[in-house]
């Protein structure tokens, strides 16, 4: 139990300013779980926890949540006293508590006769605001944690789901009896690929998430024979997702620089964000070239294109835009990836054409 005198806020006042402060002060007592006032009332007055102890809340989303408790000596209800509006949160006795309370018009009147009372008031309540701004970003730094690690898991959860159905499906094969040796070869096939996939996905995940550089071995070959070969496994995925791949041109057999485990995550980055922009089905168009001294791929959907919204930020991590799930992580993955190879990846759209990525690679 503390006096009206021994307050913090009072405790600097003459005996002259003490014995003015008790004539306009009331005494109440409220029992456990009694509200003292609740949010919307009238901000009639300031109150001090006499004895007992005092719990804010407020409506925070769909639950009412506890601000702070407050104990003998402290002061709530303060900004009554500033401003002549409804209150913002509900204040419950926790216990049985006795408050002291001072009507706003009286306090007005008191503050306006004693500037140490003014200034002491104005202290207490830029560090009560200091409080509750640290708790808030304390609170929206965690719920954006939270939703950070909703949308990376999500992501990694949608980009598993094409190799563990290629996986299932190819597994229900190797147990027909029927299947031909070349169909069983190739099933398998088909696991060991999607299973060494499965283990790169996670390998970026870990490499994006821990800032780690990779040192991944690049030497020479034959571009025309490594996207040939990866383009029936594409095929193969893009039709789970009602797309199909068309090759407008076939690469020049030439000799490119690059680690075909870690391009085959571009490819299938870019294919799998294209299918994405087509539930309803299309078609994504691969094409090559090269000036002698680059290797450039170009994949376009029939999509609806890059939206403006998201243009200037397709490579940002966690930056998507039209897809139910997904994060962008993807096109992050893919320009470390192209940069590690010494290479330029970009995007572009056109009026009445869908979104279309291109990257180089240098030739050996």
């Not at 594409?234 to 490119?256: F, G, K, S, Y």
């Not at 980055?269 to 680059?294: I, T």
Request: with cysteine; glycine share 8%.
């Amino acid at each position: 139990m503390v006096s009206l005198e021994s307050i913090d806020l009072f405790r600097s006042l003459g005996p002259t300013e003490h014995q003015a402060l008790r004539l306009i002060t009331r005494e109440l007592h409220f029992a456990p779980q009694t509200a003292i006032f609740k949010e919307g009332d009238p901000g009639d007055g300031v109150y001090f926890v006499k004895d007992g102890l005092v719990e804010i809340s407020s409506v925070v989303g769909p639950d009412r949540r506890v601000l702070s408790q407050l104990g003998p000596g402290q002061i709530f209800g303060e900004m009554a006293v500033i401003e002549h509006r409804p209150r913002s949160a509900t204040a419950i006795a926790a216990k049985d508590t006795d408050v002291y309370f001072l009507p706003r018009g009286e306090m007005l009147s008191f503050i306006q006769r004693s500037p140490a009372l003014a200034f002491g008031l104005l202290q207490h309540i830029s560090h009560r605001l200091r409080e509750f701004n640290q708790v808030y970003l304390r609170e929206v730094v965690q719920a954006e944690r939270l939703a950070v690690v909703g949308n990376f898991a999500r992501s990694i959860v949608h980009d598993l789901k094409n190799p563990l159905s290629i996986i299932s499906l190819s597994a229900q094969m190797l147990d027909r009896p029927e299947t031909r040796p070349e169909a069983h070869a190739q099933a398998s096939l088909r696991i060991r690929r999607q299973t060494e996939r499965i283990s790169d996905m996670v390998g970026d995940i870990l490499i994006f998430t821990e800032g780690q550089r990779v040192d991944m071995e690049i030497k020479p070959a034959n571009y025309h024979t490594y996207v040939m070969e990866l383009v029936a496994e594409l095929r193969t995925e893009a039709e789970l997702r009602n797309a199909r791949i068309h090759l407008q041109n076939e690469p020049l057999p030439l000799l490119v620089r690059f680690n075909p485990r870690r391009l085959s995550r571009v490819f299938h980055n870019l294919v799998h964000n294209a299918a994405d922009m087509m539930p309803g089905g299309g078609v994504v168009y691969l094409r090559f070239r090269s000036d002698g001294k680059e290797m450039m791929t170009e994949i376009e959907d029939t999509g609806p294109g890059i939206a403006p919204e998201v243009a200037d930020r397709l490579f940002e991590a966690f930056a998507t835009f039209g897809k139910e799930q997904g994060t962008g992580l993807g096109l992050s993955i893919c320009k470390k990836i192209i940069e590690d190879h010494q290479g330029r990846i970009w995007a572009r759209t056109e009026p009445g054409r869908g979104a279309m990525f291109a990257f180089t690679l240098p030739l050996a």
